[in-house]
């Protein structure tokens, strides 16, 4: 049961992993934006603020829609936004589309934890969901890490572009695993809750 119900947040664990590496990524490549949509210092940092404000628009959204929908459908919606957003950066003809992309990002984003929270909670007990939350903000912080120097090898070998369609890619086919894996059950199935059931 231990094993399953880490096995469980896999997934989840690996969605929110990219969610920080989409939070960063545009900083790796602020140059490459900078030179392909004409834009000013001042505008990237639009661009890159929009994110925060993502998280802060959906904060109180999220958390209904997570217990709406349930959290698997709700980490696919999230999942399948950042695809969605990362593809449309990466094929962005202008800026306006870019900052479009990043919205789609911020917004699927912002669900991703708060959804997995929410599994976690109905899977671990009140005494375990401590170490969760923190091994869910540890893997947060090791996307970021990857969000940077990882992610500019990357683009050094097949452009910005074409990396931020690739990670877009990916984050889909996460979502979609959020979604048709068979061992992901929202609930733990009901077990026999006494010594004599057990038994029996």
């Not at 994110?51 to 904060?59: E, G, I, Q, R, T």
């Not at 698997?72 to 202008?94: D, E, H, I, K, N």
């Amino acid at each position: 049961m231990a094993r399953t119900r880490w096995g469980v947040l896999v997934v989840p664990a690996l969605l929110y992993f990219l969610s920080y590496f989409h939070r960063v990524a545009p900083v790796v490549v602020a140059g490459d934006l900078m030179a392909a949509f004409a834009v000013s210092a001042g505008a990237l940092g639009a661009l890159s603020a929009i994110y925060p404000y993502c998280f802060a628009a959906m904060a109180l959204p999220g958390g209904s829609l997570a217990d709406f929908l349930g959290p698997r459908q709700t980490l696919t919606l999230g999942g399948l936004s950042m695809s969605a957003g990362s593809v449309l950066f990466g094929l962005a003809p202008g800026f306006g589309v870019a900052f479009a992309g990043r919205l789609l990002v911020g917004l699927g984003a912002s669900v991703i934890l708060i959804a997995g929270l929410r599994l976690a909670a109905e899977w671990f007990p009140t005494g375990e969901f401590g170490t969760v939350s923190g091994a869910a903000q540890s893997v947060g912080s090791i996307g970021a890490l990857a969000g940077t120097t990882p992610l500019a090898l990357l683009v050094e070998q097949i452009g910005w572009r074409r990396g931020f369609v690739t990670i877009g890619a990916a984050t889909a086919l996460l979502a979609c695993a959020a979604l048709c894996i068979i061992f992901m059950e929202e609930r733990p199935l009901a077990g026999p809750s006494t010594p004599a059931e057990m038994a029996e």
